[in-house]
């Protein structure tokens, strides 16, 4: 870029401060402003990361920005979003983007009109390791791909929001988009079925969930917790052998291909910089930069391609088809976790 992108922040919380100075080391990106309603924190937050401006005026904000980076708390991300890119801005935001499919494909919708950039910040999608774990698992080393399990927990002190935000806390709101991220890549968007099993707290929010997609031929199951440990790994199983990333999956710095002899195995290792959030950043920034037609076909992702195989050495992040289906996967799991919280008051 010629000049550097003028980024504003909109939230304070844990991962904004990381985000900070990962974007500091990419070219063609300056933070200039950061927004929270509560004054006091955006001070804060703005005098911790020597960020010059900070507001509580969301109009005030927009006049200084043509990009944000969305890290505010998980239900209010639909709003900043319409809100950000109805004033022509580009937009990062965390995960989950929605938490309804008709509000994802509403945005893209948008962003597309707009010839904006939306892009879902789930970092792993962008990593070098996760980026050529999917192409040697999409290449037939394996054979064909049948079965994809994706495990995230994390034991979390309970006065935190995962367990406190009754309504869009818990473990798979807060996870969900790193387990399905592998299997949506792998396997597509179009699931035959998909369930949920959870253990909820008393208030509701669920601190273990299991969920189990079906494709027909092909099935995947996912693990999510945050009061239960268990081996954070992923598992990718063929017909002719299988892919392992061991805990923490996510960074993916180093996975395995194994086979039927158990003599035979490849380690492939990768570098994984900082907190992550650079390689999203930056391929964030070459999606605006690049000035092409990101929406040229939304059906067959053809211009695009799938997620795993374009941009920069395919650091593209997710696809708009796949934050859609992200969406209405988590729409499908909090109707389902509030029948399950309703069976058990009345039972109680």
Known sequence: ?????????????????????????????????????????ARRFAEEQEIHFYTDDLRVFEEKVEAVYIASPHQTHYEYTREMLGRGRHVLCEKPLCLKKSEAEEL?????????????????SCCPGFTELIRMAKSGVIGEVKDV??????LTPRNTREFT??????????????????????????????????????????????????????????????????????????????ILAESPWWLT????????????????????????????????????????????????????????DCGQNGEIGLTPEESVAMAEIMEKFLEERAKYTEKEIETN
Not at 1 to 28: H, L, N, Q, Y
Not at 109 to 121: D, S, T
């Open 108 to 124: 893209f919708r948008m962003a597309r009109e707009k010839n904006l950039m939306l892009m879902e910040a789930v970092k792993t």
């Open 165 to 242: 935000d009754t309504a869009y806390g818990g473990s798979f709101t807060e996870f969900g988009s790193y387990v399905l991220l592998p299997v949506i890549r792998l396997l597509g968007t179009e699931y035959t079925d998909i369930c949920f099993k959870s253990l909820q707290d008393e208030n509701g929010v669920d601190w273990y969930t299991r969920g189990f997609l079906d494709y027909g031929s092909q099935m995947a199951s996912v693990k999510t917790g945050l009061s239960v440990k268990s081996e954070g790994q992923l598992l990718i199983s063929g017909t002719e052998g299988y």
């Open 253 to 308: 710095k180093k996975f395995e291909v194994r086979y039927e002899d158990p003599n035979k195995r490849e380690t492939y290792t990768f570098p994984f910089e900082g907190q992550g959030l650079r390689y999203e950043i930056g391929a964030f920034c070459r999606l605006i930069e690049g000035k092409r037609d990101h929406w040229a076909d939304d059906k067959t992702g053809e211009e695009r391609g799938d997620g795993a």
């Open 149 to 154: 399990e994706a495990c995230f927990t994390r």
């Open 1 to 41: 870029m010629g000049t550097s992108m003028r980024t504003g922040i909109i939230g304070t919380g844990r991962i904004a401060k990381r985000f900070v100075p990962e974007a500091r080391i990419i070219d063609g990106i300056e933070i200039v402003a950061v927004y929270n309603p509560h004054i006091e924190s």
